[in-house]
């Protein structure tokens, strides 16, 4: 299984981000996908999930109506849109798949 984070990068308070999570190595359209992200000094933390069908997202409380949560199966992907970023969004983020496996994380940094 191998999780390949992308997408993150420096951006200024109220821009946008979008990450991807490329999947390979295991049938990804049977899989619940989950966004977790890790500031400095912090444990890593809930974002987003999705499941398998992409039928069913939820969302943490934090990020709730500025993030969305999507998959492409054909593509064996899974996305984060992430709008109106705030300087508290900075950190790592990770993707996981519902099977344990981790991604090796993307940093966004949320800065003027």
């Known amino acids: 299984v191998q999780l390949v984070e992308s997408g993150g990068g420096l951006v200024q308070p109220g821009g946008s981000l979008r990450l991807s999570c490329a999947a390979s190595?295991?049938?990804?359209?049977?899989?619940?996908m989950r966004w977790y992200r890790q500031a400095p000094g912090k444990e890593r933390e809930f974002v987003a999930s999705?499941?398998?069908?992409?039928?069913?997202?939820n969302y943490a409380d934090s990020v709730k109506g500025r993030f969305t949560i999507s998959r492409d199966n054909a593509k064996n992907t899974v996305y984060l849109q992430m709008n109106s970023l705030k300087p508290e969004d900075t950190a790592v983020y990770y993707c996981?798949?519902?099977?344990?496996?981790w991604g090796q994380g993307t940093q966004v940094t949320v800065s003027s």
């Open positions: 190595g295991f049938t990804f359209s049977r899989y619940g």
């Open positions: 999705i499941r398998a069908a992409g039928d069913s997202t």
């Open positions: 996981k798949a519902s099977d344990g496996s």
